[in-house]
């Protein structure tokens, strides 16, 4: 193994620590369901079935993938930064009420405007909600991880705040919520299939982010950043204005999630908005390694294991929580394997006499 | 608090100690796990997991045998594992503290979940109160100061760690691994080992934690039983810098702050309670962002903490 191309050995050494990850995974997760009295092999192929095994199940692996791919950045681009941010579950919420806010405010205007604004506004909202903590990383220190928990729960506060109050629809009795933004108003579906267009939002906005950091000096300087900051402020660049960028840019690309949940599933923003999509794409993000092109494989296979969380439960009787589990399980292995990188296949040091 | 209505105006306050009382234990026991977690220098974001386990199993062995306080035992028991399963693979090499923090946390509310389906439904014999409200005629007041043993417990386990931290070899072994880890291993302490024994038994305080929930207060067994008490602590503890008589403090105000909603809410005010529930969090940031400066560690916090900006 020596003779191999170190680029070449490091990443035949990522595909066998995935490969290993996920056999790991499915053995403990057989013995799992096994225990719970479930056969490990039906199991896994309803997986796979209520996953990828049909176009209807594509279509259900899909719409869920979507709100995971753009809450997946949140956590993925700040990585680039060497900074680690868990604020996505905020960023969402607040990009969900900011969307509902503006489609409340527009409405009677063209479907398409509505739309553009409702964009716009999750966009904005999200991104100051994240580049706001990465401000008060840069000017005062303060560590981003706890901040953008923190704010995961005044995001959630200021969201049942509003529902219930200034932006209440005296209408939602059982469920506080915000009026309706208007079936007019709704994202639709992509021409052809039965997922809407929050999917085309993340992959889109994957692959442009993928330009921008792998192809441009912006992206340049945000590596140089990640890999030494105080060499980055030595050489001149921008430090502060690249970083708050980049928190904005993450921030809203989880509002625009937000605004996927409400302006495509809920019609409206209320409680719902907080479903876990932000920690779901926080293991996203480290499944794909912060790597922004494989966030759109990743999301997909996720969306896969929780779409076919409703075959299981028809077919054993095995709770919703199974595929929390697997991913838990997955989520686990895939740190800890982290540790095995670099010893798989070992640089020999040759001692020549 | 159906009692604190007919008191008006005065329910609030009393509703509010009620609440603080009745409330703080959950996050006290957490708070505490965590700080002992984060005083040898790891964070365990994960608590929150090992929070609804406990619960769910709490729940289960009190079901089962009858005895809550059997419950209690197990709970904690499930919680030493989860917390060594964090300390141990912390312990690696290259491995993300807040992500497996992160993914314990999400494996653990859901095998809680899928292990606790089938006791949403049953009723399981709970943990008995204290009456320390006797001497008052008044049925609110009564009710108000009708605490729970583990609250006690937790109360005499804050001055005991705090005691332990400042004035024994233990806590000083900790507070030396927690501070640098150079300075441990020069002093001949095995690093690993100690962060892998706290990260343990912070687990193991935030699964009795959890099962005060499922045991005591709300009482029962459901997948909205936590409201994220577990992932609170980490805020708990960096708002108490680092200090286990404040984890007592900074528990009884975030409890109290839970119940100034329902205690608002009975005396008609109805809107904007949901802000009063945010407060320690916006109160946490403030002082983190009070107490946070570019060139050096967060005030107060272990010097080999992982959420400084200088490690």
């Given at each position: 193994m020596t003779s191999l191309h170190p680029g070449l050995r490091a990443a035949a050494e990522s595909v066998l620590l995935i490969v290993m990850t996920f056999v790991v995974t499915g053995v403990l997760f057989a013995l799992f369901v096994a225990a719970a009295g479930a056969p490990p092999s039906g199991v896994f192929y309803d997986i796979y079935l209520g996953a990828f095994g049909s176009w209807f199940s594509w279509q259900n692996t899909l719409t869920r993938a979507a709100p995971f791919m753009l809450a997946a950045l949140c956590t993925a681009l700040p990585a680039r930064l060497g900074l680690l941010v868990i604020g996505n579950e905020g960023a969402l919420v607040i990009g969900g009420v900011a969307a509902a806010a503006a489609g409340i405010v527009l409405n009677g205007v063209a479907p398409l405007a509505v739309q553009i604004g409702m964009f716009a506004a999750a966009g904005i909202a999200g991104g100051l909600w994240i580049a706001g903590a990465l401000a008060l990383r840069h000017y005062?220190?303060?560590n981003e991880t706890i901040s953008t928990l923190l704010l995961n729960y005044l995001a959630i506060a200021l969201l049942l705040w509003l529902v219930g109050?200034?932006?209440?629809?005296?209408?939602?009795?059982n469920k506080p919520s915000t009026p309706s933004i208007g079936s007019a108003n709704m994202l639709g579906d992509i021409p052809g299939m039965s997922v809407h267009w929050g999917l085309v939002y993340g992959v889109v906005a994957c692959a442009l982010l993928f330009g921008l950091f792998r192809y441009t000096t912006f992206g340049f300087a945000a590596r140089i950043i990640g890999g030494n900051v105080r060499a980055a402020q030595l050489n001149g660049l921008a430090v502060a204005r690249i970083t708050l960028t980049v928190g904005f840019l993450a921030g809203a690309a989880a509002g625009v999630a937000g605004m996927v949940e409400v302006a495509?599933?809920?019609?409206r923003a209320n409680e719902s908005l907080v479903a876990g999509y932000g920690y779901v794409g926080i293991l996203v993000a480290f499944l794909a390694r912060q790597n922004l092109a494989m966030i759109v494989p990743v999301a997909i296979l996720l969306g896969g294991i929780e779409a076919s969380g409703g075959l299981l439960q028809r077919h054993f009787e095995l709770p919703d929580a199974t595929t929390t589990v697997l991913q838990g399980t997955l989520f686990i292995l895939l740190l800890a394997g982290e540790s095995l990188r670099g010893r798989i296949f070992p640089i020999r040091v040759v001692e020549r006499s | 608090m159906e009692h604190a209505a007919d008191l008006g105006w005065w329910g609030v306050p009393l509703a509010l100690l009620a609440g603080a009382i009745r409330s703080s234990t959950p996050f006290l026991f957490v708070s505490l796990g965590e700080c002992l977690t984060e005083k040898s220098g790891r964070i365990n974001l994960g608590l929150e997991g090992t929070l609804v386990m406990g619960a769910m199993t709490a729940y289960a062995i009190s079901f089962v045998t009858g005895s809550p306080w059997l419950g209690v035992i197990g709970a904690a028991g499930v919680g030493l594992i989860m917390g060594a399963v964090h300390g141990f693979i912390c312990g690696l090499?290259?491995?993300n503290h807040i992500a497996v923090g992160i993914a314990l946390m999400i494996l653990g509310v859901g095998l809680a979940f899928f292990l606790g389906k089938p006791l949403i439904q049953p009723s399981a014999a709970q943990l008995p109160g204290i009456s320390?409200?006797?001497?008052?005629?008044?049925r609110a007041v009564q009710a108000a100061l009708n605490v729970n043993a583990l609250f006690v417990i937790g109360v005499i386990l804050a001055f005991v760690m705090a005691w332990v931290f400042r004035s024994t070899r233990i806590g000083l072994a900790i507070r030396t691994v927690g501070d640098s880890r150079d300075a441990a291993r020069a002093v001949g302490l095995d690093v690993k080992r100690i962060r892998l024994l706290t990260t343990a038994a912070g687990g193991a305080l935030a699964g009795i934690g959890g099962s005060f929930l499922s045991l005591y207060y709300p009482g029962s067994w459901n997948e909205g039983l936590s409201s994220g008490q577990g992932l609170m602590a980490v805020a708990l503890v960096i708002f108490a810098r680092w200090d286990p008589i404040k984890c007592l403090y900074a528990s009884l105000l975030f409890g109290g702050a839970g119940a100034l909603g329902p205690a608002l809410q009975s005396v008609g005010v109805s809107t904007g309670y949901y802000l009063f529930n945010a407060a320690p969090y916006l109160l946490t940031l403030m002082v983190m962002v009070a107490s946070s400066s570019r060139d050096r560690a967060l005030a107060g916090a272990p010097g080999d903490l992982s959420i400084n900006a200088s490690s």
């Open positions: 005062r220190g303060v109050g200034p932006l209440h629809d005296p209408a939602s009795l495509a599933v809920h019609g | 090499p290259r491995v320390l409200g006797a001497w008052s005629d008044s």
